[in-house]
């Protein structure tokens, strides 16, 4: 079955840092192109960085501080996130989109998972 599952999130302090997991083992890995998104409290869901045969993106918010990367032969995606802060806290999902495609403008129709909670404290 083709589903994404996220772990990893949890309550950290300012400064801390957290890795995030996505497990995706029923996908052909290399079949897919790879994201992450988050939704603030409030917000609407944005997309932060994401994976593929052309690289990786990050947005401005995270650059430097968050790392995107994968193991294939896990077929797992990983955010490293350091210096966390409290604007950083929200529900982090991840998504599989075609690999051809590129993660930000995933949809509905992709694969998403049901996300974890990410809370940064002052």
């Known amino acids: 079955e083709m589903q994404v599952e996220e772990s990893g999130g949890g309550s950290v302090q300012t400064g801390e840092s957290l890795r995030l997991s996505c497990a995706a083992p029923g996908f052909t890995f290399d079949d897919y192109s790879w994201g992450w998104f988050r939704q603030a409290p409030g917000k609407e869901r944005e997309g932060i960085s994401c994976?593929?045969?052309?690289?990786?993106y990050y947005v401005d918010t995270v650059k430097d501080r968050f790392t995107i990367s994968s193991d294939n032969a896990k077929k797992t995606v990983y955010l490293q996130m350091n210096s966390l802060k409290p604007e950083d806290t929200g529900v982090y999902y991840c998504?599989?989109?075609?690999?051809?495609?590129?993660?930000?403008?995933?949809?509905?129709?992709?694969?998403w998972g049901h996300g974890t909670q990410v809370t940064v404290s002052s």
């Open positions: 998504v599989a989109v075609p690999w051809e495609s590129f993660c930000l403008y995933a949809d509905e129709n992709d694969h």
């Open positions: 994976i593929s045969h052309s690289g990786t």
